[in-house]
């Protein structure tokens, strides 16, 4: 009668739960400052332009984590000329729950979700750890009362990559 008490238990406790269903959480903030602008090679398949600039970034982890400095490169795609110089951009650095923010967690590349819907900022996917995810904090611009469209973005960042250089704590 009570055999169905081995089964049902587990899947309560969450032993029995899909991967890939796990809820991400806030576990840090990524601060980074941009600097020079950098050469790449520009696709010959892409129609949007591309910059890329240097950047150095600073992770504060949201419990008990080290606070972070890299080194790092952003690539955009909009018009040109775009990302201005020694502006800061911020990202929500999301994890699996139980994530624990260890020395160099974020050193990876990060690439844009290719699966975000058109007209939504995407996120950027940790191309080693997928599981890491960074959301931009950029204002949203809400909309009024009147039927006037908010203006688009000049820039959507494509990818950055990021090399740990300090980590303290």
């Known amino acids: 009668m009570r055999w169905w008490l081995p089964v049902v238990v587990p899947m309560c406790l969450g032993f029995g739960s899909v991967p890939g269903s796990t809820a ?5 903030v990524l601060t980074s400052t941009l600097g020079h602008a950098i050469d790449t090679v520009a696709s010959v398949q892409s129609s949007a332009a591309s910059e890329a600039r240097e950047m150095v970034c600073s992770f504060k982890a949201a419990k008990d984590g080290p606070e972070e400095t890299y080194a790092g490169i952003v690539k955009a795609i909009g018009v040109v000329g775009a990302l201005p110089e020694k502006a800061a951009l911020l990202w929500s650095v999301r994890a699996p ?10 050193q990876q590349s990060y690439a844009a979700d290719t699966g975000t819907p058109a007209g939504q900022t995407p996120l950027l996917v940790g191309e080693r750890n997928g599981d890491i995810t960074l959301q931009t904090m950029a204002d949203k611009q809400e909309g009024n009362a009147t039927k006037d ?3 688009p973005p000049q820039f959507v960042v494509a990818a950055i990559e990021l090399v740990l250089k300090v980590s303290a704590g």
């Open 24 to 28: 991400l959480i806030e576990i840090g």
């Open 97 to 106: 729950m139980g994530t624990v923010a260890t020395p160099g967690l974020l």
């Open 149 to 151: 469209k908010p203006t």
